[in-house]
């Protein structure tokens, strides 16, 4: 199946649970409002320009976060607060996939060894990483809009 990624958006409520009880609110949550596939190592290395480190605002979007919980498979959830969500969010609100395609590099997500290794096939921007970053781009916005905190894992 490989490393799926997987964002939930939360209110200020479910925050709070998942502070008291981690297990049993991450249990509770359900089904997640955004599933990227395996694009979100693509799109973290076209936001960061790095395999794993993060950077502030949009370098955030996949990464990013405070560890919450268990392992999920591939490291525990990571929660982002309302306030770095909205951070996150004004970073990515001029980087729609035209603005990423001009930072698309085949050779060099290859050689950064990003994940699935799939980059260098015909569309597969076009077709594939392009429209999961409008995805997450549209996510992060709206979760900014409402005010509400992030959810991120990958499993």
Do not use: C
Request: hydrophobic share 45%; proline share 5%; glycine share 10%.
């Amino acid at each position: 199946m490989g490393m799926i990624f997987a964002g939930r958006r939360l209110t200020p409520d479910q925050v709070r649970d998942l502070e008291i009880d981690a297990p049993g609110t991450l249990e509770k949550l359900g089904e997640a409002e955004l599933d990227l596939d395996k694009a979100w190592h693509g799109i973290h290395f076209l936001l960061t320009r790095s395999a794993w480190k993060t950077t502030p605002g949009a370098g955030e979007a996949v990464l990013g976060g405070d560890p919450v919980g268990e392992d999920t498979g591939y490291g525990p959830a990571r929660l982002l607060t309302a306030d770095r969500v909205a951070a996150v969010a004004a970073g990515l609100r001029d980087l729609d996939a035209a603005a990423l395609r001009t930072r698309y590099d085949a050779a060099a997500l290859e050689e950064a060894e990003i994940y699935p290794g799939i980059w260098d096939a015909d569309d597969v921007f076009e077709t594939y990483l392009g429209p999961n970053a409008d995805q997450l781009r549209a996510f992060y916005l709206a979760a900014a809009r409402e005010n509400q905190a992030v959810l991120l894992t990958i499993a």
